[in-house]
């Protein structure tokens, strides 16, 4: 009798395990379809998401930009050059042999500068750096003509070695820079945009005048304003002022 109740334990135990691993295969199951279910994705964001990663991660991807071909042309189109001073020479010469107060300026061609040499007398009163009346008019007009050139200007004024008299400028050196000052004022106020570097000479290049003239010649011919039209447009400063 014992050993029939030992048998049935036996065989009731052995059947047990059976259930439990099936219950375990099932709880196994339901969590693999759980994992599953929250994994799923999307066909269509999937497909999106693959085209952006093949179109930016591509290194073999031709990277075409849609060019502003209206900026480009501009760029390319060359600004506007300094003019040429034989062009410019002549230019100068015309205008001024027309006109009543500046026909004794000159015109002279100066290797890399042309110069318009404006005789004091004719455009300021004695010993001032004021235009006379007579002469505004025709020195605005010769602003306006300067205004629209790109050439380097640079404006330089000379005396002659009688010294000034008056508390306004003391030595001949204050009156010509001030009377050069008053030149590239007036340039600028006609609408050059350039930098216009001033210099005032003094007496300094009296000797450099012709002594075969007459002193009272060369007096006058000291007494001037040359205004200086580089070859080129560039605005570098000169390293010393500008003489003839």
């Known amino acids: 009798m014992i050993i ?3 048998r049935a334990s036996k065989g009731k135990t052995s059947e047990s395990w059976l259930i439990i691993f099936a219950d375990l295969l099932a709880l196994l199951l339901t969590f693999f379809v759980l994992l599953f279910s929250m994994s799923s994705v999307q066909v269509s964001k999937w497909e999106a998401i693959v085209e952006s990663l093949s179109e930016n991660l591509n290194p ?4 075409i930009q849609e060019v502003d071909w209206q900026n480009i042309e ?10 040429s001073l034989v062009y410019l020479k002549k230019i100068f010469e015309d205008k001024l042999q027309y006109d009543p107060i500046l026909r004794r300026s000159s015109v002279t061609l100066l290797g890399d ?13 004695k010993g001032q750096s004021e235009f006379s009346r007579d002469a505004y008019k025709s020195m605005g007009e010769l602003g306006a003509s300067l205004q629209s050139i790109q050439n380097k200007i640079t404006v ?5 070695l009688e010294p000034t008299s008056g508390r306004r400028y003391p030595t001949n ?3 010509s820079l001030v ?5 590239a004022r007036l340039i600028e106020d006609a609408g050059y ?3 216009i570097e001033t210099y005032g000479n003094g007496p300094s290049r009296f000797d450099d005048l012709d002594e075969t003239v007459p002193l009272d010649e060369r007096y006058l011919l000291a007494r001037r304003v040359d205004i200086f039209i580089h070859r080129e447009d560039r605005d570098q400063p000169s390293d010393t002022p500008e003489g003839r």
């Open 4 to 6: 029939n109740l030992e």
């Open 60 to 63: 073999n991807r031709a990277l």
């Open 74 to 83: 501009a760029a390319m189109v060359p600004q506007e050059e300094a003019l």
């Open 113 to 125: 500068r042309l110069a318009i040499t404006l005789p004091a007398d004719l455009i300021f009163e």
């Open 156 to 160: 330089v004024g000379h005396t002659d």
């Open 173 to 175: 050196w204050e009156l």
């Open 179 to 183: 009377r050069a000052i008053s030149v």
């Open 193 to 195: 945009t350039k930098n």
